[in-house]
């Protein structure tokens, strides 16, 4: 059973930077591809970042690229997003979830971490 919980968010100032984790407590998901993605007020859920089940694959949205490191630890369970030079427009719930290229594998989501930027 999928049991996503992320966390790490919080309130930043523009260029500041912030770590999410997210972790699994209902299965392994070491052999699995993950994702990032990010809801903003009023927006659709969107892709952020992709990493392959090995670590070694990593994607990422164009409005993030060169900003945003996603990588995982899979003896922890734990896929991390290291978020860096924020600005007002990464402010949204990030959410995690396995995925198949850009999109999210399983219907299920987490409660997500809030990621507020302040200008």
Do not use: H
Request: aromatic letters at 12%; glycine letters at 10%.
């Amino acid at each position: 059973q999928v049991q996503l919980a992320e966390s790490g968010g919080g309130l930043v100032q523009a260029g500041g930077s912030l770590r999410l984790s997210c972790a699994d407590s209902g299965r392994t998901f070491s052999n699995d591809n993950m994702g990032w993605f990010r809801q903003a007020p009023g927006k659709e859920r969107e892709f952020v970042a992709f990493v392959s089940w090995s670590g070694v694959v990593t994607y990422y949205a164009d409005s993030v690229k060169g900003r945003f490191t996603i990588s995982r630890d899979n003896a922890k369970n734990t896929v991390y997003l290291e978020m860096n030079s924020l600005n007002p427009e990464d402010s949204a719930i990030y959410y995690c979830n396995a995925a198949r290229d850009k999109a999210a594998l399983f219907g299920s989501w987490g409660q997500g971490t809030q990621v507020a930027v302040s200008s």
